[in-house]
C-alpha cells in the first residue's frame, strides 16, 4: 500500500516536529503556551499546521489509492505531501515573516487538496 509508506514517513516527521516543540518549551521551562518566546511559536505553528493538513491529504490519497489509481500519480502524490510538509518547516523556522518555503509548502498543500479532491470526485462520478 503506497498511502502506508508515505503515512509512515510523515509519521516520523512529526515524531520530529514534537521533539523540536519538546526541546524548545524545555530549554525555555515553559510547560504550555509559548512564552512569547518566537522560535517556540514558530515550532507550535509548524507541528498545528502539519496536524491540520497532513490527515485529510492522506485521507484523500488513500481513498485515491483504493480506487486503483496509477501507482506514479500516489507517489508524485504522496511525495508532494512530504515536500510541501519540508518546504513549510523550512521557511517557518528560518522566518516568522513570509519566506519561500512558507509560500511553497502552503501552495502545493493548497494545490493537493485541490488535486485529492478534484481526482475523488471524477473517480465517484464516472463510477456510476
Known sequence: MITGLYAALLALFLCFLIINVIAKRRSHKIGLGDGGIDALSRSIRIH????????ILLLLMYLIEVQDMSRIF??????????????????????AGTSFGRFAGTIIALSLLL???????YLYVTFF
Not at 508524485?76 to 522566518?95: D, M, N, Q, T
Open 48 to 55: 498545528g499546521n502539519f496536524i491540520e493538513i497532513v490527515p
Open 74 to 95: 500516489l507517489h508524485l502524490y504522496g511525495a508532494a505531501i512530504v515536500i510541501s510538509r519540508l518546504l513549510h518547516f523550512c521557511g517557518v523556522r528560518k522566518s
Open 115 to 121: 488535486i485529492g479532491a478534484g481526482v475523488n470526485l
